[in-house]
């Protein structure tokens, strides 16, 4: 129950394109929604969070897509550019910002000039 | 946003020493530091919890007496990897929790990469 399912596994996504990454999870618990990238070699960086109150939240070319119902949220990556290309994880704690994260298995992205 | 930083990035170490491994917030106060494991193309386990002033909550499966942790200040954590072996080879990360009131980010180091021949 305190899994966080992540998918694809990798993604392949054209420059200019939109690359939408899905987590799903069962425990309603969870009051915290956060996405990291990731390069190789290097910590995760916060990309952008939610929390179950809001349904969606945009910060420039990311928006996370929130479910509260169907237990999912997506993470939409607009106009993607090769720099973009990283590893992508979601997450969710039950102690909002402050608790410790369970993390997706993460989803390779990579962006094709 | 707030930086944490880790020392060192890299080491590399004989089968049976010990390794201590840092984390620092170095603008912030972090009353809570979390860290974290990461094997090559894996997600990021979280080993154990680290309050400031008491001892580390470690997650289940997770050697308390092999992996000490201690958080003496509130801008320093470190992670102690005793008798390390070739299967504790990884990536280690720390993070830390940066805010006030209601308002709260966990901000993640760049990583400690531990080698054990």
């Known amino acids: 129950q305190q899994q966080v399912k992540q998918s694809p596994q990798s993604l392949i996504v054209q420059k200019g394109g939109i690359s939408i990454i899905n987590c799903a999870y069962e425990n309603t618990a969870f009051d915290y929604f956060p996405w990291y990238q990731q390069f190789p070699g290097k910590g995760p960086a916060l990309l952008i969070a939610?929390?179950?109150?809001?349904s969606e939240k945009k910060e420039g070319r990311f928006t996370i897509s929130f479910n509260k119902s169907a237990k999912q949220f997506s993470l939409h990556i607009m106009d993607s550019q090769p720099g973009d290309s990283a590893t992508y994880f979601c997450?969710?704690?039950?102690?909002?910002?402050?608790?410790?994260?369970?993390f997706g298995k993460g989803t390779k992205l990579s962006v094709k000039p | 946003g707030a930086v944490v930083s880790q020392h060192p990035s890299r080491v590399i170490c004989k089968s049976g020493t010990s390794v201590k491994i840092e984390c620092r917030s170095l603008d912030f106060q972090a009353t809570t530091m979390f860290w974290y494991r990461q094997f090559p193309k894996q997600s990021l386990m979280l080993m154990a919890t680290?309050?400031?002033?008491?001892?580390?909550?470690?997650e289940q499966g997770v050697e308390k007496d092999k992996f000490l942790i201690n958080h003496a200040s509130l801008t320093l954590s470190t992670l102690t990897v005793t008798s390390a072996h070739p299967e504790d080879s990884s990536f280690y990360i720390c993070s830390a929790v940066s805010g006030t009131g209601s308002s709260y980010e966990q901000y993640f180091g760049p990583g400690t990469r531990l080698t054990v021949t």
């Open positions: 939610i929390r179950p109150d809001v």
């Open positions: 997450a969710a704690s039950t102690e909002g910002s402050q608790g410790n994260l369970i």
């Open positions: 680290s309050n400031e002033g008491s001892k580390a909550t470690y």
